[in-house]
């Protein structure tokens, strides 16, 4: 082994994450997931079993003190972890200097994690999950009950993410649902996936402003990205062949490369429903292709064609209607809380009062260059209730851009910072075939101005 050169002593000691007098910590270079390390010896041991005592002390010392850094630093904080090593190139050594993995784990990131490390042979892993049947199935349920252990999202959002197909059915929706999906939809529309999102008008507990924001959202993803395709439909309950005296359906269908994912429980489309309350949801792993999942996608069609193409004359005349019937009954779900705006940070009260000071100068244009992730999209939207401060009235924003991340997320912001001070802020979207400029917040992209 002394002609051995190790890969991890290789990393200068300033990159370590961690270390004691015989082993430290690094990241690993191929990482199962984000935060993923490696613990290693600082002698070139070949196996945990001819390591000496002291140094599988001294290893196990540092895998306790990488999960407490990881808990710190990552965001969200890993649900679980799976710790441990390969000893010998039968169990899949490859590299002759003991090191153990100290990998985060979460929910939903594997269609069924069960099993752990047991499945380092395949299909030996989950023996609670039945052997197939004749017909080939085999599927597994869970169930997700809510906050705070196990949030639906929590469960699926990453499934969305890497969808080829989803559709997603709920009673109602809400801005605050838009707002927690919106990343994990335009992600899967990137990667080409048609995603159908089917709602109903039951009670009008729909909110009006997130139907607006789906007819902007399909807009979006027909003129900035080619591939991936985004419908949505209305159901009105009047106009249902069958006449249903209720409309409760809560459902999801995600197809990816990993199999099907089948949702079907209590969660509408709000983040109370999704992530901040107490909600029951079914959730089945199944191979995509199987009876029940086939019977759910029937059934949603089925539905699906009996609903209405959501467009700006059927919003409009939705919004007239649920206001006339909100003077009479509000239920209960029907308002999302508004959020508490967060005090902007130091460095954006700086910013803000240099703009102040521009505008003072009699300067009309201004712009502020600042590093990705450190909440430019925020410095905007305080930028816009101090200038409103000044007006003393509720200014027209626009935003442009070329990319819908850029977009949806921008909208999202700045839309909550005007509704914080202004309650009937309305937002409009100048892309694709839509040519509204009326809103008090216009959403425009570079290929439509241009």
Same mark, same amino acid.
């Given at each position: 082994?002394?002609?051995?050169?190790?890969?991890?002593?290789? *990393?200068?000691?300033?990159?370590?994450? @961690?270390?004691?007098? !015989?082993?430290?910590?690094?990241?690993?270079?191929?990482?199962?997931?984000?935060?993923?390390?490696?613990?290693?010896?600082?002698?070139?041991? &070949?196996?945990?079993?001819?390591?000496? =005592?002291?140094?599988?002390?001294?290893?196990?010392?540092? %895998?306790?003190?990488?999960?407490?850094? +990881?808990?710190?630093? +990552?965001?969200?904080?890993?649900?679980?972890?799976?710790?441990?090593?390969?000893?010998?190139?039968?169990?899949?050594?490859?590299?002759?200097?003991?090191?153990?993995?100290?990998?985060?784990?979460?929910?939903?990131?594997?269609?069924?994690?069960?099993?752990?490390?047991?499945?380092?042979?395949?299909?030996?892993?989950?023996?609670?999950?039945?052997?197939?049947?004749?017909?080939?199935?085999?599927?597994?349920?869970? $169930?997700?009950?809510?906050?705070?252990?196990?949030?639906?999202?929590?469960?699926?959002?990453?499934?969305?993410?890497?969808?080829?197909?989803?559709?997603?059915?709920?009673?109602?929706?809400?801005?605050?649902?838009?707002? /927690?999906?919106?990343?994990?939809?335009?992600?899967?529309?990137?990667?080409?996936?048609?995603?159908?999102?089917?709602? #109903? =008008?039951?009670?009008?507990?729909?909110?009006?402003?997130?139907?607006?924001?789906?007819?902007?959202?399909?807009?979006?993803?027909?003129?900035?990205?080619?591939?991936?395709?985004?419908?949505?439909?209305?159901?009105?309950?009047?106009? $249902?062949?069958?006449?249903?005296?209720?409309?409760?359906?809560?459902?999801?269908?995600?197809?990816?490369?990993? #199999?099907?994912?089948? *949702? %079907?429980?209590?969660?509408?489309?709000?983040?109370?429903?999704?992530?901040?309350?107490? &909600?029951?949801?079914?959730?089945?792993?199944?191979? #995509?292709?199987?009876?029940? =999942? +086939?019977?759910?996608?029937?059934?949603?069609?089925? /539905?699906?064609?009996?609903?209405?193409?959501?467009? =700006?004359?059927? %919003?409009?005349?939705?919004?007239?209607?649920?206001?006339?019937?909100?003077?009479?009954?509000?239920?209960?779900?029907?308002?999302?809380?508004?959020?508490?705006?967060?005090?902007?940070?130091?460095?954006?009260?700086?910013?803000? &009062?240099?703009?102040?000071?521009?505008?003072?100068?009699?300067?009309?244009?201004?712009?502020?260059? *600042?590093?990705?992730?450190?909440?430019?999209?925020?410095?905007?939207?305080?930028?816009?209730?101090?200038?409103?401060?000044? !007006?003393?009235?509720?200014?027209? %924003?626009?935003?442009?851009?070329?990319?819908?991340?850029? +977009?949806?997320?921008? &909208?999202?912001?700045?839309?909550?910072?005007?509704?914080?001070?202004?309650?009937?802020? @309305?937002?409009?979207?100048?892309?694709?075939?839509?040519?509204?400029?009326?809103?008090?917040?216009?959403?425009?992209?570079?290929?439509?101005?241009?």
């Amino acid at each position: 082994m002394s002609q051995f050169e190790s890969p991890f002593l290789a *990393v200068p000691a300033g990159d370590w994450l @961690c270390s004691n007098d !015989l082993a430290f910590a690094i990241f690993d270079g191929f990482p199962v997931s984000p935060g993923h390390i490696l613990v290693t010896t600082r002698r070139i041991v &070949e196996t945990w079993f001819d390591a000496a =005592d002291a140094e599988q002390a001294a290893l196990m010392a540092l %895998v306790k003190e990488s999960k407490r850094l +990881l808990d710190l630093q +990552l965001s969200p904080k890993p649900d679980g972890y799976n710790v441990g090593f390969n000893s010998g190139g039968a169990a899949g050594q490859t590299v002759p200097h003991v090191h153990i993995h100290v990998i985060p784990r979460y929910h939903g990131d594997v269609p069924d994690p069960r099993g752990g490390v047991r499945h380092v042979i395949p299909d030996k892993g989950n023996y609670l999950v039945s052997a197939p049947t004749k017909s080939g199935s085999s599927h597994s349920l869970t $169930l997700a009950t809510g906050q705070p252990h196990s949030p639906l999202w929590k469960s699926i959002g990453q499934r969305v993410s890497s969808a080829v197909e989803a559709d997603l059915l709920a009673s109602f929706i809400q801005p605050s649902g838009l707002d /927690l999906i919106q990343l994990s939809i335009f992600s899967a529309l990137r990667g080409g996936a048609r995603i159908r999102i089917l709602v #109903g =008008d039951y009670l009008y507990i729909t909110s009006a402003e997130a139907l607006r924001r789906l007819i902007g959202w399909m807009a979006l993803a027909d003129e900035i990205l080619e591939d991936g395709t985004l419908e949505v439909r209305l159901a009105e309950i009047s106009k $249902l062949p069958s006449k249903p005296d209720s409309f409760h359906p809560k459902a999801w269908r995600i197809v990816d490369s990993s #199999g099907g994912l089948l *949702v %079907v429980g209590s969660s509408n489309l709000s983040k109370a429903a999704l992530e901040t309350g107490v &909600e029951w949801n079914l959730i089945g792993q199944t191979t #995509g292709s199987e009876p029940i =999942d +086939l019977a759910l996608a029937h059934a949603f069609t089925d /539905l699906w064609q009996q609903a209405t193409p959501l467009d =700006d004359e059927l %919003v409009s005349r939705y919004a007239l209607d649920s206001k006339e019937a909100r003077r009479k009954f509000i239920p209960p779900e029907s308002v999302d809380l508004r959020e508490i705006l967060h005090q902007p940070r130091p460095w954006q009260r700086g910013a803000l &009062e240099s703009l102040n000071q521009i505008r003072a100068g009699d300067y009309r244009r201004a712009l502020v260059a *600042v590093a990705t992730g450190l909440g430019k999209t925020w410095l905007a939207a305080f930028d816009v209730l101090a200038v409103g401060k000044l !007006l003393h009235r509720q200014p027209r %924003v626009l935003i442009i851009a070329h990319r819908a991340e850029i +977009l949806i997320q921008a &909208e999202a912001t700045i839309r909550t910072a005007m509704q914080s001070e202004w309650d009937k802020t @309305c937002v409009t979207w100048y892309l694709g075939a839509n040519s509204d400029m009326s809103g008090d917040l216009i959403v425009a992209s570079v290929q439509k101005l241009t």
